[in-house]
C-alpha cells in the first residue's frame, strides 16, 4: 500500500514556499496564513498517521528511480520518526504564530517564510527519508536553507559571517557524511534504510566499519554543532529569533542526533563508537554549560546551553546502553520544549525591552510578570529543577552515567562530567532568571518595555505547559509517544523504563541534589563576576570565529588564490584555451586506452564532400576574420551552421535541420545585435606582432588542429561502425509503441530522455537570467555609445519626431523592410504552433517552435523599436520561464500520483469532431513546458540587448545635447 501522506508532509511546505512568493509584496498577513495553514496541515497528516505506527511497524512511500543502483526516492515513517515529525511540524506551527508579531513589516515577509517553508520540509525530509542517498540530498537542502535564514538580514555584516560559518561547517560535514553512506551502502549492498537497519552485524565486522563510522560522524556532530565543531552555532544567533528557536530545538541541530539515533542499532556497541561520541559528548557538555555562563548575549547563552544539552544526548547515545539510548531519546523532546520557548521568550524581551544585552536588563519582571514566569519555569526545566521535563530526563542521565559499559578512562569520568556540566546549567539557568527579571531595572531601556500582544506569548505559554504537563503526569503526557520512538529503534532489545517522578533515594537523586545545590552555590560566589566578565577565562580566548576565518584564510582563499594566477584571467580566448585543451585530454584518455575501430567507408558522394569543404573553409576564414572583421566572420560562421543544417538534410534528419535551422537564425541575429557593444579593434595593436605572438598564434593552431582531427575521427567512427553497434534499433522499435511518436528524435528528448531535457531547460533558464543579470551592468566601450552612421542620418527626423528619439531603430531608415518585418509576426505565430503541434510524429517539436517563436519577437523589435513593442505587447519572458518548467516538472510528477515512475508518459487516440481520431500524448505537455522555457530564456537575452541599445543612445544623445549648449552658451 503507498501512503501519499508521507509525499504531501514533505512536499506541501515547499509548494507553499513557491506560491508565498507568487504573493504580493505587501502580502504580510496572506502569507502568514499560508504558512501556518501549511504547518498545520502537515501536523494533521503526522498525527493521522499514528494509528499506523503506534503498532511498532513502519510505513513507506517508494518512488523507483535507479533500483539497479539502489537509488529509489523512499520516504518511511516509524515511531521514532513520527515523533520526530510531530516535533518539526508543530514547533513551525508556533513559530509561525510568533512570527507574525516578531517580523517587522519593512522585512521581507514572502522571501523569509519561502526560506523558512523550504526549510522545514528539508528537515522533514531528513526525519522521513528510508534511503540513505535521499537522506544526505534532504542533509544539504538543511544546510542550504538554513544559509539564507541565518544570514535573512543580509545587510548585517554579522548575519552573513555566521551564515557563511554555518553553511561551510555543516556542508563540509555532509561531504562526510555521503562518503560514508555510500561506504555504507557498499557493505551492505543497499542504501534502503531498512536493509541497512537490518545488516548491524554486518557492518561492524567490516573493515571498513572504522572509515564509515568516523565520516558518519562528521556529519553528525557538525551539523549538531559538538566538539570540536560547536563554534559556528553562536555566531548563527545573529539570524532572526523565530530562526534560532526553530533551528536550536526541532530542526538544524537536532538533525546530528536524530541521525546518530536513527543509526544506533547499525553503528553502536563498540569501542570506536563511545569514545569518539564520548569525548565528543563530555567536551561539548561541560564546556558548553561553563562558557553558557559568561556569555552578555541572551541568545548567545541559549546558544551555549544548546551545546550543552547536545552534548548530554551525544554522551547518552555514546554508551551504547538501550536504556542510555532511552533517556536520549527522551531529552530530545524535552530539550525542543524548553529551549524553543526559551528563544521565543528571549525574542519578545529583545523586541520590547530594544536589547538583549544581559548588562543593560534587570528588574524586567514589574513590567513583564507573564513572560518572566514563563522565562522562569523554562529556565528550571533547562536546569533540571523537579516537577519539570527536565528533570526527569536527566535523571535517566544520571542513572546511566553511574553504570559501567566501558572499561576505560572515559567511563570513569562520565559521572563526574555528568554532575558538573548539570551545575553549571544551574548557574547559566539561575543567572538567566536573576540577571533579567529580578533586582532593581536600570534607569532607562532602549525601548520601554512592556507585556506583547497575547498570540505572540501564545507559543511560549503551549510550551512552557507542555515542560510542566510532561514533568508532573510523564506517564499519561509523553510516555505512549515516547514508547513507539524508543522500539522503533530498539527493537526487541527495548528495556523495561519507568518515567515516575519519584524513584526512590538513589544515587541519581543525589547528584541531581549535587548539582542544583552546587550550581546554586557558584552563582552565589560568582554571580556578581559573571555580570562584568567580558569572556570566559582561558576556554574564552578561543575564539571560534577568528581561528575559522584564519584557517579559511590559509586554507581556501590561499589555494584560490593560486588556483586563479594558474588558470583565471580576463580574457576570454586563454579560457576557451583551457577548455578545449581539457576536452581534448578527457576525450584522448580512451582512445589511447581501448583503442578505436572503423568500418568501411563506402560510396563516397563527391557533391557530399564538396559540401563538407565549403562548411570548412567557411570556419576556417571565420577563425581568420575575428581578428580583423567581426561582422565578416559572423556571416562565415553563419554559412557553416547553414552547411550543419543541409548534412542533416543530407542525412535523413529533417528535425535536426530544422532545429538547427530556426537556432542559426536566431542567434546569428541575437549576436549581431550584440556586436554593437564590442571595443573597435585596434589596427596598431593588430599590426604590432613579435616573436611571443607568433608562437601564442602556433600553440593555438595546434589545438585547434588537434581538436579538429579528434572530432573528425570521432565522427567517421561513429559514422562508419555497422549498425548492429548502435542503440539506434532500440529506439525505432520502441518510439512507436512505447512513446506513442513516429518522430523518434522528439520522443527521445521529451520520453526516454525527459530527465535529461528537464535539466537541459533548466540550464538554458539559468543562462537566459544570468546573460540577462550581466547585461543589466553591463558598460560597454565609451567608443561604443556613438549612434551608428545610419541613425546619425536620421537626425532631423528625429528632431521633427521627439516622441520617438528615445527609440531610434532600423524602422527610421530601412521603413518598407519594417513594415513587411512587421506583418511578419502572425505568419511567425502560426509556424510555430504547426512545429509544435506536429513535433510528435514529424519533424517540429518543443524546441523548434519555441525559437521560430522567440524569432517573431526579434523581428518586432528590430522592425518597430523597444518603446513601440513594449508598450503593445506585454512579454513577461521570465513568466514564460517559470511556467515552462513548471509545466514540464508537473507532467513529470503525475504520473508518480499514479504510482509510476517521474516522467512516465502515457499515450492514446482521441475521437475529435470534424478531425477524426487524433493521437494524444502526455509528453505533448511535457514539450509545451519546453516551448515556454525556450521563448522565455531568447527573448529575455533580446530584452536585455534592446534596453541596453536605449540606455546608451539616451546618454549619447544626452551627450550630444550637452556639447550643442555648450557650442551655443561659447557663441
Known amino acids: 500500500m503507498e501512503h501519499y501522506p508521507l509525499l504531501f508532509i514533505v512536499a506541501l511546505p515547499f509548494l507553499a514556499g513557491i506560491a508565498a512568493v507568487l504573493l504580493p509584496t505587501d502580502s504580510r498577513t496572506p502569507v502568514t496564513w499560508l504558512a501556518g495553514l501549511t504547518t498545520l496541515a502537515c501536523t494533521a497528516l503526522i498525527l493521522s498517521l499514528y494509528p499506523a505506527v503506534a503498532s511498532g511497524g513502519s510505513i513507506r512511500y517508494d518512488i523507483t528511480w535507479m533500483p539497479s543502483l539502489g537509488l529509489d526516492f523512499t520516504l518511511r515513517m516509524d515511531g521514532f520518526a513520527w515523533i520526530f515529525a510531530l516535533l518539526v511540524s508543530a514547533i513551525g506551527f508556533l513559530v509561525v504564530i510568533y512570527t507574525r508579531y516578531y517580523i517587522s513589516p519593512e522585512d521581507p515577509v514572502r522571501r523569509f517564510y519561502l526560506f523558512f517553508l523550504a526549510f522545514k520540509g528539508s528537515m522533514l525530509g531528513v526525519v522521513l527519508s528510508g534511503n540513505l542517498i535521499v537522506l544526505v540530498v534532504f542533509w544539504e537542502l538543511t544546510s542550504i536553507f538554513s544559509f539564507l535564514l541565518i544570514g535573512y538580514w543580509h545587510h548585517n555584516q554579522r548575519a552573513r559571517d555566521g551564515a557563511r560559518m554555518a553553511f561551510t561547517v555543516t556542508a563540509i560535514g555532509g561531504l562526510a557524511l555521503l562518503a560514508g553512506v555510500l561506504m555504507i551502502g557498499h557493505v551492505v549492498g543497499s542504501y534502503d534504510l531498512d536493509v541497512v537497519l537490518a545488516s548491524g552485524n554486518m557492518i561492524r565486522s567490516s573493515d571498513l566499519y572504522v572509515p564509515a563510522l568516523l565520516l558518519v560522524l562528521l556529519g553528525a556532530l557538525t551539523k549538531s554543532a559538538q566538539f570540536p565543531f560547536h563554534f559556528w552555532l553562536p555566531n548563527a544567533m545573529a539570524a532572526p529569533t523565530p530562526v534560532s528557536a526553530f533551528l536550536h530545538s526541532a530542526t538544524m541541530v537536532k538533525a546530528g542526533v536524530f541521525l546518530m539515533a536513527r543509526l544506533w542499532p547499525v553503528l553502536s556497541g563498540t569501542p570506536e563508537w563511545f569514545v569518539i561520541l564520548g569525548l565528543a559528548g563530555m567536551a561539548s557538555l561541560v564546556l558548553g554549560a561553563y562558557l553558557a555562563m559568561f556569555q552578555q548575549d541572551l541568545k548567545g547563552m541559549l546558544a551555549y546551553s544548546t551545546i550543552s544539552h547536545l552534548g548530554l544526548i551525544t554522551m547518552l547515545l555514546s554508551l551504547g546502553s538501550p536504556l542510555a539510548a532511552v533517556a536520549a531519546i527522551f531529552h530530545m523532546l524535552n530539550h525542543a520544549t524548553f529551549k524553543a520557548s526559551l528563544f521565543m521568550a528571549a525574542g519578545i524581551i529583545d523586541h520590547e525591552a530594544g536589547t538583549r544585552d544581559l548588562r543593560r536588563l534587570s528588574g524586567l519582571f514589574r513590567y513583564m510578570p507573564i513572560t518572566g514566569t514563563l522565562a522562569m519555569v523554562a529556565s528550571a526545566a533547562m536546569a533540571g529543577v523537579p516537577l519539570l521535563n ?55 531601556f532602549p525601548r520601554e518595555p512592556h507585556e506583547p500582544p497575547f498570540w505572540m506569548r501564545f507559543p511560549v505559554m503551549f510550551l512552557v505547559m507542555a515542560c510542566l504537563v510532561i514533568g ?16 522503533s529503534i530498539l527493537g526487541d532489545a527495548t528495556p523495561q523504563y519507568s518515567l515516575a517522578i519519584w524513584h526512590g533515594f538513589n544515587l541519581p537523586l543525589a547528584m541531581s541534589v549535587a548539582a542544583l545545590a552546587a ?74 586506452l581501448s583503442g578505436v575501430g572503423f568500418g568501411s567507408l563506402g560510396t563516397m558522394d563527391f557533391a ?4 563538407w569543404c565549403v562548411g570548412m573553409g567557411c570556419a576556417l576564414a571565420a577563425a581568420y576574420q575575428a581578428k580583423f572583421h567581426r561582422l565578416a566572420a559572423l556571416a562565415l560562421l553563419a554559412c557553416t551552421g547553414l552547411v550543419t543544417c543541409i548534412t542533416f538534410f543530407w542525412l535523413s534528419a529533417p528535425d535536426l535541420a530544422a532545429t538547427q535551422l530556426v537556432v542559426e537564425i536566431v542567434t546569428t541575429v541575437l549576436i549581431l545585435l550584440g556586436l554593437r557593444w564590442l571595443p573597435k579593434r585596434s589596427e596598431a595593436l593588430l599590426e604590432r ?10 600553440r593555438d593552431l595546434t589545438i585547434a588542429v588537434l581538436a579538429g582531427v579528434g572530432m573528425t575521427i570521432i565522427s567517421y567512427a561513429v559514422m562508419t561502425r555497422a549498425q548492429g553497434d548502435t542503440i539506434a534499433g532500440f529506439f525505432l522499435d520502441k518510439a512507436y509503441s512505447e512513446g506513442g511518436g513516429r518522430n523518434v528524435v522528439n520522443v527521445i528528448l521529451v520520453d526516454f530522455r525527459g530527465f535529461d531535457t528537464l535539466g537541459e531547460i533548466t540550464v538554458l533558464g539559468i543562462v537566459g537570467l544570468t546573460v540577462f ?46 513594415v513587411i518585418m512587421q506583418w511578419m509576426f502572425p505568419v511567425v505565430i502560426v509556424l510555430a504552433a504547426y512545429l509544435f ?21 526579434i523581428l518586432q523589435y528590430m522592425a518597430a ?9 506585454r512579454i513577461l519572458p521570465v513568466v514564460w520561464i517559470g511556467g515552462g518548467l513548471l509545466v514540464a516538472a508537473l507532467t513529470g510528477a503525475v504520473p508518480m500520483l499514479l504510482g509510476n515512475a517521474f516522467l512516465t508518459s502515457y499515450f492514446q487516440y482521441v475521437e475529435l469532431p470534424l478531425l477524426g481520431k487524433v493521437p494524444l500524448a502526455s509528453a505533448s505537455l511535457f514539450d509545451l513546458g519546453v516551448f515556454s522555457l525556450v521563448v522565455g530564456a531568447t527573448v529575455l537575452m533580446l530584452i536585455a540587448i534592446a534596453h541596453q541599445s536605449i540606455r546608451r543612445l539616451r546618454a549619447a544623445r544626452q551627450e550630444e545635447e550637452r556639447h550643442m549648449e555648450e557650442r551655443q552658451a561659447w557663441n
Do not use: C
Not at 508532573?472 to 522500539?487: E, Q
Not at 606582432?689 to 602556433?698: E, I, K, L, M, S
Open 390 to 444: 527536565g528533570f526527569l530526563s536527566k535523571e535517566m542521565f544520571f542513572a546511566e552515567a553511574i553504570e559501567t559499559h566501558e572499561d576505560s578512562w572515559v567511563d570513569t569520568i562520565a559521572p563526574y562530567a555528568a554532575v558538573l556540566g548539570s551545575a553549571l546549567a544551574v548557574t547559566y539557568s539561575i543567572r538567566l532568571i536573576h540577571s533579567i527579571f529580578l533586582g532593581a531595572p536600570p534607569e532607562s
Open 519 to 592: 550550581g546554586s552555590v557558584l552563582y552565589l560566589l560568582i554571580g556578581n563576576y559573571l555580570e562584568r566578565a567580558e569572556s570566559a577565562p582561558i576556554f574564552g580566548r578561543l575564539n571560534g570565529q577568528r581561528m575559522f576565518e584564519q584557517a579559511t584564510i590559509a586554507v581556501s582563499w590561499r589555494w584560490a588564490r593560486i588556483v586563479e594566477d594558474l588558470f583565471g584571467t580576463r580574457r576570454l580566448q586563454p579560457q576557451m584555451r583551457l577548455l578545449v585543451a581539457a576536452a581534448i585530454t578527457a576525450g584522448a584518455t580512451p582512445f589511447l
Open 837 to 857: 503541434l506536429r513535433g510528435h510524429d514529424a519533424p517540429g517539436g518543443g524546441f523548434a517552435a519555441g525559437v521560430a517563436m522567440a524569432a517573431g519577437f
Open 865 to 873: 523599436g523597444t518603446v513601440w513593442v513594449e508598450h503593445r505587447l
Open 773 to 818: 543579470a550581466l547585461l543589466r551592468r553591463f558598460r560597454p566601450a565609451p567608443d561604443t555609445i556613438q549612434r551608428p552612421e545610419q541613425q546619425l542620418i536620421q537626425r532631423e527626423y528625429d528632431e521633427a519626431e521627439p516622441d520617438r528619439r528615445a527609440d531610434a531603430t532600423a524602422s527610421e531608415y530601412l521603413y518598407v523592410p519594417s
Open 608 to 611: 557530399f564532400m564538396g559540401l
Open 472 to 487: 508532573v503526569v510523564p506517564g499519561l503526557t509523553v510516555g505512549p509517544f515516547l514508547h513507539i520512538a524508543v522500539s
Open 689 to 698: 606582432r613579435g616573436w611571443w605572438d607568433r608562437v601564442r598564434r602556433a
